[in-house]
């Protein structure tokens, strides 16, 4: 993989938010749903995800900046590829920092590299690298389609992996969408033992709730006498449906709250449900009419308007 920045075409002082939303917009558009007959744009979104795997992880971040680590994520050799400190070979070398004094190489890397060089039965030395681990197999990418009462209740969801197993997922608090979980060895096999299988939350809109933030809004249909005299109505939720009390003379826009109705929360706890309220007229007038006969509202419901 190249540089993780340059396959997200984000900055090197790019933030989180930037990181995420690059991942996102190409995740969306390489995904293998969407180009089911393009095999490179299925290598291209593996790509992608293992970038955006390393860029959102803190440490692993910090490590490939300051150069410990590559863009897969392994360890890179000290001092370049067994060359020591500059590549001179021979008899006694002044090491600039040292004012020229023999020093002994094998105290000197003892704390970094665990013991001391050519310790005695040693058979590597120093600059001498054993053999590579083993490569673990590579991550398997998956999309997951969440319903939206299910996201908002952390209902557990079932998935089916590569391999045909199917496995039951606990759905994070402060899920959204694009949210991404790992799961460990769930991934392709390898010497060095499975890869991780990367699920990426795609949470469903719904009929008539809206979500914001962790909140829930709903536009409820009450009818006039319903407003004008006050009544108990029944109101969905995401939990079921509940008993909301209309005051009297309740007028189009009006919100209530239900607490604790909405998403839940990173932190613990759960948002609300905002209900504004939509009065509705009868379908035949004609009785509503008559009822009100000559009478006229002598208010001016757009006076904040200037009018």
Not at 75 to 82: I, K, S, T, Y
Not at 103 to 116: K, S
Not at 242 to 250: D, N, Q
């Amino acid at each position: 993989m190249s540089d993780p920045y340059a396959t997200l075409g984000v900055a090197r002082n790019a933030d989180e938010a930037a990181i995420k939303s690059a991942y996102r917009k190409l995740a969306k558009e390489l995904h293998p749903d969407r180009n089911k007959d393009n095999p490179k744009a299925s290598e291209r979104f593996s790509e992608v995800t293992r970038a955006y795997d390393l860029l959102s992880d803190k440490d692993k971040r910090a490590q490939f900046d300051r150069g410990e680590i590559d863009a897969e994520g392994n360890p890179r050799m000290p001092f370049g590829a067994g060359g020591g400190f500059g590549g001179r070979q021979g008899g006694p070398q002044d090491f600039g920092g040292f004012g020229g004094e023999n020093v002994d190489l094998g105290d000197l890397f003892e704390g970094l590299f665990g013991g001391r060089a050519g310790a005695r039965g040693g058979s590597a030395g120093f600059g001498r690298r054993g053999p590579p681990p083993p490569q673990r197999g590579a991550n398997a990418a998956y999309r997951l389609k969440v319903s939206f009462t299910d996201a908002a209740t952390l209902t557990p969801q079932r998935i089916t992996l590569g391999d045909g197993k199917t496995i039951d997922l606990s759905l994070p608090a402060g899920v959204e969408d694009g949210t991404q979980m790992r799961l460990k060895g769930k991934g392709q096999p390898g010497p060095g033992g499975p890869g991780d299988a990367l699920v990426t939350i795609e949470v469903d809109s719904h009929p008539f709730f809206r979500r914001d933030g962790d909140d829930i809004r709903l536009d409820l249909p009450v009818t006039l006498d319903e407003a004008v005299n006050g009544a108990s109505v029944k109101v969905p939720t995401v939990d079921g449906p509940v008993m909301l009390k209309v005051a009297p003379g309740s007028g189009s826009g009006k919100v209530l709250r239900l607490k604790g109705k909405g998403f839940s929360r990173k932190g613990g706890g759960r948002g609300d449900q905002f209900v504004a309220l939509e009065i509705q007229l009868p379908q035949d007038l004609a009785a509503l009419a008559e009822r009100l006969g000559d009478w006229r509202d002598e208010g001016n419901p757009r006076a904040r308007l200037g009018v």
